[in-house]
């Protein structure tokens, strides 16, 4: 009997050594392939569950007093629900203001300051600035106040009668322009 020898070569010292490819059989490509599903899918229903949304397209909670949030479509957003609130916006010059939005019956107005108080029992006084319009606005009348903080004082920056909800859908109302 014989034998066919391969012919042999010499190996050096720190050669690399050749190995055959390793390859996965298709059993192991299939359980991998079933984890990595697996993991997706796990991630997918931690995120829907974290959401707590039934219906993502339609709304989404977010904002102070955790309203619904929403683009054009006849949904309101949590600024035009909201009763009253206190958000930080940018002065235009690196700065930031405090401003105050609120949504009430006029239980007191002069020329020099208005009383609001919303339907949650919430009442504020806020000072009304020579530069503000308040023509027609009389106690009983339902308003939204936008009013800038600084300190204590809380200056009305623009008093429109109504709810911020009857007004043009995403806009809060306009600031009156100085000259």
Known sequence: MTTEQLPQT?????????????????RKTIAAVAI??????????AIYAASGSSDASTSMQGGPGGGQMSGPGGQSSA????????FVVSDG??????ELT???KVTA??????????????????????????SDITTGDTVTVVATVSGNNAT?????EG???????GALPRRDEES
């Open 10 to 26: 010499e190996q050096q010292w720190g050669a690399p050594q050749q190995r055959p490819a390793l390859r996965w059989s298709p």
């Open 36 to 45: 990595a599903v697996g993991v997706a899918a796990a991630g997918g229903a």
């Open 79 to 86: 600024l035009t629900s909201a009763l009253h609130g206190e």
């Open 93 to 98: 010059n690196g700065g930031y203001t405090t």
């Open 102 to 104: 609120q949504t009430g």
């Open 109 to 134: 107005i002069s020329s020099t300051s208005v009383t609001t108080q919303s339907s949650d029992g919430y009442s504020k006084t806020y000072t009304i600035g020579s530069g503000t319009a308040v």
């Open 156 to 160: 009305v920056e623009s008093l429109t």
């Open 163 to 169: 709810t911020a909800a009857g007004q043009q859908q």
